[in-house]
């Protein structure tokens, strides 16, 4: 979705200008892409590429794939003419390369794009883009390729988010949902809440501008119904977001517990690596130590924590402290317990602490011949009987986590998931004015005071998709982005 000319001209800035950078990561690799996007970009290129054939680069068909040789233009020659691939001057060879244009509008910034694929080192990439700014490019802002896609209508405001989110995705849920958004699943549903809330506002307001005649446009109890309905459809749309953010972001579980319980065991089943030193001393684990996994395409950044018990050790005593601030940060807390021993009034207190989070008991040992533990304080805890040493239970625990974390539907094609803070923040305020605004009609107000919510809500819709933007939201957005997207 782009934006109205008006609104893009203000933002256009330096759209007439071409871009370069390089678009694969800086280091070594087999392959190197320096891109190109703009109105010069094939006169650029002519500065340093020399098609294999024996053309010129601008006879160059769109969207075909050809070996070129690239060449340092000399200050003591001009490259206007070009020489063919047998007659250039060895000193002059930089790489040879395969080279592929893009005529626009059919590209990803629909503009003319020419992408130049040489060898990955990052002496031949950097001066392939040297060139390239000495021949009239310049060199790309952070997202800016991404931000001339949205500016030329390629790709709608949530869109270009996901491209982010797609670089970005740690986990098989974060970039299902990331290619969902890219493909313009949540734009569609947002569209859709939009356009209802604009036909309206339009037919409301028409209403203001007859009042005189008596005419109704629209009668009160389909206003209700529509307003009403779209208020359910926005917070469902926003009650999927702190699942969204887990799926995006993964999640912090911390371990929890006494020391000496099989905190740091567990860390070590969970990651299936000795990362935490164990030890038959209590207070072995003095610091937070933080590790990833992926669970069933989510990834969860598991968290270990020093002991929670009374000392006078200053570096326990920290550990405790940092162990207390990751408490609070967490979105589930795993509470570990010895399975083979009666509760002790810490653990009596921890479980009280977590009674209110989500969270799971891990009564732990499993493995070593004890009494069990069947307290009455363990009631209404989802609880399970594992081994840190030999696995037993793990799995079952692993499930009842993921499924504690998120409902599991991040595949269903029929619902669409909020990853984005911005976004809920939009669906919100849309939200809260709709809420006004249903108020409004069902107290008689006046149409001027209804179509006034609706319109706050309608703007705040379109503040997702782009449709209402600010060159203070995008410089936001597209400076997250590295240079060469």
């Known amino acids: 979705m782009g934006m109205p000319l008006s609104e893009r001209a203000v933002m256009q800035g330096g759209l007439d ?21 703009g109105p010069q970009s094939l006169a650029v290129a002519s500065r340093v590429v020399r098609l294999r054939n024996g053309h010129p680069l601008s006879s160059l068909a769109s969207h075909r794939l050809l070996l070129a040789d690239l060449l340092i233009p000399s200050s003591s020659k001009r490259n206007d003419v070009p020489l063919p691939h047998d007659r250039a001057p060895a000193a002059d060879l930089l790489d040879e390369a395969l080279v592929v244009y893009m005529k626009a509008p059919r590209s990803f910034t629909a503009e003319d794009v020419v992408e130049i694929q040489s060898h990955g080192g990052a002496l031949v990439l950097g001066l392939l883009c040297k060139v390239c700014i000495e021949s009239g490019a310049r060199m790309a802002e952070p997202g800016e390729f991404t931000k001339r896609a949205f500016l030329n209508g390629r790709l709608d405001l949530s869109q270009a988010e996901a491209v982010l989110d797609t670089i970005r995705a740690t986990s098989s849920a974060g970039l299902h949902i990331a290619q969902r958004h890219l493909r ?4 569609r549903e947002v569209d859709q809440a939009r356009a209802s809330l604009l036909t309206v506002l339009a037919q409301v307001e028409a209403g203001i501008d007859f009042v005189a005649e008596d005419i ?5 109890d389909e206003l209700l119904r529509i307003v009403k309905e779209a208020c359910a459809r926005i917070h469902r749309l926003e009650a999927t977001a702190q699942e969204g953010r887990i799926l995006r972001d993964g999640a912090r579980v911390v371990i929890l517990g006494r020391p000496n319980v099989g905190k740091s065991s567990l860390l070590n089943r969970l990651l299936k690596e000795e990362r935490a030193i164990v030890t038959a001393v209590p207070g ?21 924590t020093a002991g929670l018990r009374d000392t006078d050790d200053l570096v326990e005593r920290e550990g405790i402290k940092r162990t207390r601030t990751a408490q609070e940060e967490a979105d589930l807390l795993l509470v570990v317990l010895d399975g083979t021993a009666p509760l002790t009034s810490d ?12 969270h799971l008991v891990l ?7 004890g009494p069990g533990n069947a307290d009455s304080a363990l009631v209404g805890h989802p609880t399970y009987a594992i081994s840190a040493k030999t696995g037993a239970g793990i799995d079952r625990a692993k499930s009842a986590l993921r499924a504690q974390l998120v409902a599991g539907g991040f595949e269903s094609a029929e619902s669409i998931t909020v990853t984005n803070v911005r976004h809920r923040d939009a669906l919100r305020r849309a939200g809260e004015s709709l809420g006004q605004a249903l108020e409004s009609v069902q107290g008689g107000m006046a149409g001027e005071l209804v179509s006034i919510d609706v319109r ?11 449709a209402i933007t ?16």
């Open 184 to 187: 313009g699943e949540l734009a």
């Open 216 to 220: 109704a446009f629209l009668q009160r």
């Open 456 to 466: 706050a809500a309608a703007d705040a819709l379109g503040e997702i998709t782009g």
């Open 347 to 358: 653990d009596r207190e921890l479980l009280q602490a977590v009674s209110d989070r989500k």
């Open 17 to 37: 200008d071409t871009i370069c950078a390089i678009a694969t990561p800086m280091g070594e690799g087999g392959i190197g892409i320096v891109r190109l996007s």
């Open 363 to 369: 009564l732990n040992k499993s493995d070593l011949a």
């Open 470 to 485: 600010t060159d203070e939201i995008l410089g936001q957005i597209f400076s997250q982005f590295c240079i060469g997207k």
């Open 284 to 304: 072995t684990t003095r610091d937070v130590i933080e590790e990833s996994i992926d669970l069933d395409g989510v990834m969860i950044r598991l968290i270990d």
